[in-house]
């Protein structure tokens, strides 16, 4: 997918679906401001690519999600929502995270 096609995504929808090789394409394309380790579910990223903020996080399945937030303080909030209950599974708590719901609705 090409960075435009990407972009377009991203302002039309909530979660953008990438898979590895559009996820490197965007990497390349973006300045990663934050990477945490989730030790269960790879990286999870605060990226900016023109001007957006975006978090992208990876399922335990590997299917790579992107979502923009609209500031820089949503994005660290959001990361920070996410890693401990990521934490949590790397200890074996058996419990889940619902990658396609908005953390609003959680």
């Given amino acids: 997918m ?7 995504q991203i302002e039309k ?11 490197g394409k965007l990497l390349d ?3 990663t401001i934050r990477a945490e380790n989730t030790c269960v579910a790879g990286l999870i990223r605060i990226l900016s690519l023109e001007g ?10 590997g299917e790579v999600l992107i979502r923009r937030l609209g500031s820089r303080e ?5 990361v920070e929502h ?4 990521h934490e949590r599974m790397w200890d074996g708590c058996g419990c889940k995270i619902n ?8």
């Fill in 2 to 8: 090409e960075r435009s096609e990407v972009i377009r």
């Fill in 52 to 61: 957006r903020l975006l978090v992208q996080e990876q399922t335990p399945e």
């Fill in 74 to 78: 949503a994005a660290e909030q959001f």
């Fill in 82 to 85: 996410r890693l401990p209950p």
């Fill in 13 to 23: 929808l909530a979660i953008v679906v990438l898979d590895q090789e559009d996820l």
């Fill in 99 to 106: 990658y396609q719901q908005n953390l609003e609705s959680e």
């Fill in 29 to 31: 394309d973006s300045d």
